[in-house]
């Protein structure tokens, strides 16, 4: 198999990944990496220096492919299917990036913040930047509530920028719940709802009690 996705259940930005691959249904090998583990650890490095997963690696083109939406822009590219997840049209093609990025840096990046400071062992906890990355979470919340118009983030057709939004949105209304805010609920549910995600939640499901409580 051409395709190896070194990535982790439980991960947030390699659901990202995941749900491009199950939405066009591409085929792929799946290897499951235990940061814990010094080999597994060491053979994730030797692919990708920086250590993060999810990493994409293709034999048959020899490449190596890091971060989730670079994996999706380069399976849009070398892999298309029946859902093409970056437009053709420019002007689309770049109002996908930037709310894939909208999604990335004040929702996803902002919830692993909080998640990240509930490992931290007591006395090096950081509750002012966990505060801040709460109240950016809020006015993100409030901004993609007025972005929604369609059934996607990006309109009528399920792209790149929904693959960024169902982790986390996710992983975010566990911690900062939506409120009111009903167009935001209406697109998590069907987000959740989307086959591509429903299979990942189920894989997921066996790992969640490693999500990390509040009082950890």
Known sequence: MSLVLHFHPLSSFCWKALIAL???????????????NPAEREALLRLSPIGRFPVLEDAARGEVVPESSIIIEYLDRHYPGRTRLIPLDPEAAL??????????????????????????????????????????????????????????????????????????????????PFGARGKLTAYLDRLKARPSFARVLKEAEPYFSMFPKEDA
């Not at 199950?22 to 814990?36: C, I, K, R, S």
């Not at 118009?149 to 792209?159: L, P, V």
């Open 95 to 176: 109002q996908t990036r930037l709310r894939d990025r909208f999604l990335d840096l004040y929702i996803h990046l902002q919830m692993q913040k909080v998640v990240g400071d509930r490992l931290r062992p007591k006395g090096a906890k950081d509750p002012h930047g966990v505060d801040q990355a709460r109240a950016q979470i809020r006015k993100s919340y409030d901004i993609l509530e007025t972005l929604l118009t369609g059934s996607w983030a990006t309109g009528e057709d399920f792209g790149l920028a929904d693959c960024a939004a169902a982790p986390a949105l996710y992983y975010a209304n566990k911690l900062e």
């Open 22 to 36: 199950y939405e066009n249904g591409t085929p792929f090998a799946a290897n499951h990496v235990d940061l814990g």
